[in-house]
């Protein structure tokens, strides 16, 4: 039980292991890397897994030389994408059988409809965003699978948001991975280029919202007046 309690302790802090895992494998840590990418990315069941503190220091060692930063990029991004994409597709087939009865209360067809209206709008965002927080990147994919979101607009922007999140979390542990103080202070530092990569679409967020409340609200407004001042 040792052996297999130690396995699973790798796999669930394998960026705490890198060292360990990178003298033993070699060049298979690469597909080892790609495995849990895609698995994190790829199944609702395991969010668990290392994924923005596995990129992050993965670029950290790549500035080492202990491993290549062009193929670290390319073999995470390709993971990325096609985990996402599994995700998707696995929704997109369990959603229309979970909720096909109209009738249901927890999962009325209506909700799936309601999903669907929204990744239509706002998927794109969505999908990208997603990418970097937790447990919720995990989810994303498969709910606008689920929804049926178009594939043709999920895959663009599953793409978009595949490589960005790599290459972010990546060349963030190459550029800074190895300076003391942020090797004391790991998770602030991830959780800080995290925050600085979605602010943008944060703030652009609210301000789509703000701008559909005082449309709303002028609307509103337009009906409530009377008939001879609108004249």
Same mark, same amino acid.
């Given at each position: ?7 699973? =302790?790798?796999?669930l802090n394998l960026d705490k292991h890198?060292?360990?895992v990178i003298r033993n494998y070699g060049? *298979?840590?690469?597909?080892?890397? #790609? ?20 990129? #992050? ?10 491993? =290549?930063?062009? *193929? ?16 998707? *597709? ?6 229309? $059988?979970?909720?096909?009865? =109209? ?14 209206? #929204?990744?239509? $709008? ?14 919720? $990147? ?19 922007? +599953? ?5 960005? *999140? ?11 991975? +190895? ?6 202070? #790991? ?24 701008? +559909? ?9 337009? $009906? ?8």
């Open positions: 039980m040792g052996g297999i309690d130690f396995l699973v =302790d790798v796999l890198l060292d360990l060049i *298979w840590t690469y597909a080892i890397f #790609f495995v849990v990418i895609f698995l994190e990315t790829g199944f609702v069941v395991t969010p668990f897994l290392p994924g923005d503190s596995l990129l #992050f220091a993965a670029g950290a060692f790549a500035s080492l030389g202990s491993l =290549d930063l062009k *193929w670290l990029i390319v073999v995470l991004s390709i993971a990325a994408i096609i985990g996402d994409t599994v995700n998707y *597709w696995i929704g997109y087939v369990t959603g229309p $059988r979970v909720f096909s009865k =109209d009738r249901s209360r927890f999962l009325n067809k209506k909700y799936l409809d309601r999903t669907h209206q #929204f990744y239509e $709008r706002y998927g794109g965002k969505t999908i990208i965003l997603a990418r970097f927080i937790p447990i919720i $990147r995990t989810f994303a994919p498969f709910v606008a699978g689920m929804g049926m979101m178009t594939y043709s607009r999920f895959i663009t922007y +599953n793409i978009a948001g595949g490589i960005g *999140w790599v290459v972010i979390l990546v060349l963030g542990g190459y550029f800074f991975g +190895n300076i003391a103080l942020v090797k004391q202070n #790991f998770s602030v530092a991830i959780f800080t280029i995290i925050l600085i990569s979605i602010l943008p679409g944060i703030i652009e967020f609210i301000r789509h919202r703000r701008g +559909n409340h005082a449309e709303r609200e002028k609307r509103k407004m337009k $009906r409530e007046l009377p008939k001879e001042v609108l004249k």
